[in-house]
């Protein structure tokens, strides 16, 4: 898969769409819910310019919140992540650093890489997202158990995306 | 100005980021009821706390002034009520004879046999040695030496000091005693053993001279018992004062003092 604007324009329109019309009306026992969205701010190339990313994690999230009729809940928390994102890669870099020319994807790095960035990045979103719907410390330990089940399954469902449309490293 | 234009582009994406999620959360509370109304309770709360904490400070400010007020209301108040006295059912009402003149203690020496106090009213008050002292729980002392600003009391715990005190329940009158031992509690001499004498009966002043007015209360028995070929009680009342916290106290002054000692004097000079 190239790395070329338009693939990136179209995830971006096709996972709102699977987002608020098929992840959201799926109910995972009332307490699990997954957000796969957030894997177009995953696929951005490295160079993205930081003030690029934090804004196209505002512009994702607030036109989900657009879909949803929650205003600014979703763009805090991705404006969030994308903001994060340069330090969560740089946390997980390879020893011979990220190469030119690679993508953040199964294509150019390994399993164990992907699940570690995939998962800290829904982790962070999740929370905040959680948090901010529930707007109060109140039922800590079920928001938490909510955000870790509710990571887990975005992570799944985004490394089966990765699977279909990316070509895995141990096959190249 | 360079370096503040500086500074702004070497962090665009951390203010970039900062004013997005600022606006992020104020669309959610602005847009969003629930949590609309949990912030708008939370910064009630928080203003309600701030208001309560400046209430908690300044309360205070004002007290003294506010105590001082209440002791001479007080004070206005026991005049009052002591021009009326109950007598079997009929209400009379006496001469105003006595006064009440709030004062506070600034000295208290109760550890030794020879305890006094110090308050803060003299001669300049109008106050003269011989004066009783009552607080509001019951009798403190008698006033003993004044100067012009302060005077000294010598309590009802203080060997040298004698009361003149009534049973209240069969009227029979005897004199205060202090072995110098305890603080709380005073002997009352001169009770004949033939009295009918109950724990917990009420000792109080009995009106005979006019250093205290009478019915002030001193305290209750809380033992007695008497020795063979005596004829009278010993006594022990557990007194109503607790000269440990004794802080506010009233003094009294007789109209009608002068008038009584002169007459007195006379009598015995007269023997």
């Known amino acids: ?172 | 100005m360079r370096a503040l234009l500086r500074f702004f582009i070497r962090q665009h994406n951390i203010i970039l980021f900062l004013s997005l999620e600022f606006l992020c959360i104020l669309l959610t509370i602005r847009y969003n009821d629930y949590q609309h109304n949990i912030s708008f309770n939370f910064f009630k709360e928080f203003t309600g706390s701030i208001h309560q904490l400046v209430f908690s400070v300044t309360k205070y400010i004002g007290t003294v002034e506010e105590n001082v007020k209440l002791a001479e209301e007080n004070a206005k108040l026991r005049t009052i009520i002591n021009q009326y006295t109950i007598n079997d059912t009929v209400r009379i009402k006496k001469d105003n004879i006595n006064d009440f003149i709030p004062a506070k203690v600034v000295y208290a020496n109760i550890n030794t046999a020879n305890n006094y106090l110090v308050i803060d009213k003299g001669s300049k008050d109008s106050i003269l040695p011989d004066m009783g002292v009552i607080s509001p729980n019951g009798v403190v002392g008698i006033v003993k030496d004044v100067s012009e600003n302060f005077a000294t009391v010598l309590p009802i715990i203080n060997v040298n000091a004698h009361v003149s005190a009534r049973i209240k329940t069969n009227d029979y009158f005897g004199t205060t005693i202090w072995d110098g031992k305890n603080s709380t509690q005073i002997n009352l001499a001169d009770i004949p053993y033939h009295v009918k004498l109950k724990i917990g009966d009420t000792v109080i002043t009995s009106g005979f001279s006019t250093i205290f007015p009478e019915g002030i209360e001193i305290g209750t028995i809380s033992s007695f018992d008497y020795n063979e070929g005596n004829d009278f009680y010993n006594i022990v009342v557990k007194l109503f004062t607790d000269f440990r916290k004794i802080k506010y106290v009233y003094i009294v002054r007789n109209k009608h003092s002068l008038e009584f000692k002169t007459l007195e004097q006379r009598l015995k000079n007269e023997q």
């Open chain 1, 1 to 172: 898969m190239n790395n070329r604007i338009e693939n990136h324009i179209i995830r971006f329109i096709l996972l709102i769409l699977l987002q608020v019309y098929v992840i959201n009306n799926i109910l995972f026992f009332n307490v699990v819910n997954p957000y796969i969205y957030i894997y177009f701010i995953l696929l951005l190339p490295f160079q993205t310019p930081k003030w690029l990313l934090t804004l196209l994690g505002f512009l994702i999230g607030f036109l989900v919140d657009l879909f949803t009729g929650s205003i600014a809940i979703h763009a805090a928390a991705t404006t969030f992540i994308s903001f994060l994102r340069p330090y969560i890669l740089q946390l997980f870099a390879p020893i011979d650093e990220y190469q030119k020319n690679s993508q953040p994807t199964l294509e150019f790095y390994d399993l164990s890489w992907w699940i570690k960035y995939s998962l800290s990045v829904s982790f962070v979103h999740h929370s905040a997202l959680f948090w901010l719907e529930k707007f109060n410390f109140t039922h800590f330990g079920f928001v938490l158990l909510k955000t870790i089940v509710s990571s887990c399954l975005s992570v799944f469902l985004m490394t089966l995306f990765q699977l279909f449309f990316n070509k895995p490293l141990n096959k190249k």
